[in-house]
């Protein structure tokens, strides 16, 4: 006949382990004798595919445990040692919940059940959280005494960690939601990190300058006291605190040392925190780290897949919350700029139309009083000279509003015909020469260059760009005006020795009403409002052709601009 012993012994590797114990030499004595209902028991559990444990002695204090195959993972390093072992050695780190658990099953005679309660349980990965649902049920001699406990746990720390991490994340997203600009941001952000720290010891955001060279600690979550001196602010460099320069520069997530740093985490579980997760949260524009999350790691929870997920979820919420501000701010910057610049277009129009009409009035009636004073009062007549230039520089600001308006309106219209490029600058260079009462000096081809143009207006970007030559560089410095052919484009440069535009400010010195910082009109009265440049691009963008800049500064400017040749 199969006894209970044998039954036990081929119940697999745990079976074998239990039937070659020592039973003997432990206060339960040898297997054989042990009562007929517990070998039952142990027949039962260690024949079950699910893992169960028994614990058996006289009281919990001398409890040995004894547990089948699929119960062995959850012991980790602890198996096989762990068999018939007293539960307080096998568990010592969570003894305090067996032993209330197993007095009330010993003492009490009652079933004692939970639901992911939380242990700390030494696997061989330090101390760990772990979550589970357990049941302890008394197991009693033919006597009916309470002789041992089964236990039987279920694992549930993966759900009730995936289900805790999920709801601060919606937790903090909820929170950074009302936030509109950025100050609003940091303001809310400790209150919206704080519900991350079941999960994380702390967490530091530092806010990057614009140019990504120092960070600035803006906020701090689960610290007991302020966060020591030296982590507050720092330049980023080679050794700056959390390894900083380098997650900024290679925009990603690096894991650092936090030990010994000064730092006082309110909740220190098993201890303090020895490693931080530090990851850089971008903004949208400008591209790359806007800010860094630096979030202290449990040392009880290993940097598992979802662990390590959880965190930089953290930092991907907090970079779409701060994406979503930038946009908007964008968005209203954009719509502000949008409604002034209708507004300048607007008064551009009106203020210009207004002005053109007692302009010319009044250069008529300069030029009736001119005619007759001449014979009469050459002195005089002088002097109404010096008053028609000013009216021709007033008539040609307010043309240039009244060009730019009509570009702003989209109504800048051309009479192209077929013309010789060479005779618009011979009349435009000597014009400007008479103007400035400076030497132009032309270099033109001998042949025609004939181009599809519009005359006045290409003799008006000549004319510009002739204006500010004369008007940015010295009176005695010279200005060159020069056409060529070039492949099936004529080309054509206005040369200076003024005072150069630095690099930087080429792709803006077409825009409207930009100035380069810093040059200022060296030679004749007129200022400008930084639209002759504008109004030039658009005039020959519509004929086709480019415009553009060489310069060097404290060199000279050379503006060219090309237009296609007639075939
Ligand atoms: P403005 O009426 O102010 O001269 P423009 O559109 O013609 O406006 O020129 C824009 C700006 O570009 C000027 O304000 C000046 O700062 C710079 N600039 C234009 N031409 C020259 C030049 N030849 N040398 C140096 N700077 C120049």
Redesign the pocket.
Known sequence: MTTAQDLIARSGAAGALVAGLAWSETPLGPLASWPPRVKVVLETVLASGFPLCVLLGDEPAHARVVYNDAFAPLLGHKHPAAMGRPAREVWPESWDFFEWALRQVWHAGQPVTGKDLMLRLDRGNDLEEVYVSISFSPIRDDQGAVCGALMCGMETTGVVLAARRERALRLLVDALRPAKREDDFYRIMPKALSYTLKDVFFAFLYELDPAGKKATLRVTAGLAAEAPEALRAFTLAPGCPWEMAFVVRENEMRLVPSAGLGLCVMSALAGPPTRAAVLPVTGGSPPGPAAVLVVGLRPARPLDDEYGAFVQRIAREISVALTDIRSLRAAERHAEAVAESRLKDMFLGIASHELRTPLTCLKLNVQLVHRELTALEPRLAARLDGLSRSIDRMTRLVN?MLSVSAIAAGKLTLQETYCDLRSICTSAGAEQSQAARRPVSLHLPEEPVCVFADEDRTGQVIA??L???F???AAEEPVELSLERSGTEAIVT?R?R????PKE?FPR?????????????RTGS???????????KAIIEQHHGRIW?E?EVGR??A?SFSMPLAA
């Open positions: 240039e510009n760009l204006a500010n030559a008007k940015y560089s206005v200076d003024g005072p150069g535009i400010s010195v077409f825009d409207r009403f930009y100035r380069v910082p810093g040059v200022s009109v007129y200022v400008g409002l930084g639209l002759g440049l504008y109004l030039s800049v310069s000279g400017s503006f």
